[in-house]
């Protein structure tokens, strides 16, 4: 959990709220909640993250509308 909620600037403004939920699996964590990007003007929520296997070196994240 986080102390409260925050806000950090990476390619996209992402916002992280208190608490963040999904369900971790290998490779990846689906049913994501708690995480959202500002896309030009709107804020997207994060919905899914996942990786290669093997290794890309790359990180997916799956966008929707809030």
Do not use: H, M
């Not at 102390?3 to 963040?20: H, I, N, S, T």
């Amino acid at each position: 959990l986080l102390l409260k909620p925050c806000y950090v600037e990476f390619e996209y403004l992402a916002y992280y709220a208190v608490k963040l939920t999904g369900k971790l699996s290998l490779g990846s964590i689906t049913d994501l909640e708690g995480i959202e990007v500002k896309r030009f003007l709107l804020w997207l929520n994060v919905n899914e993250i996942r990786v290669d296997f093997p290794s890309s070196g790359s990180i997916y994240f799956q966008v929707g509308l809030i």
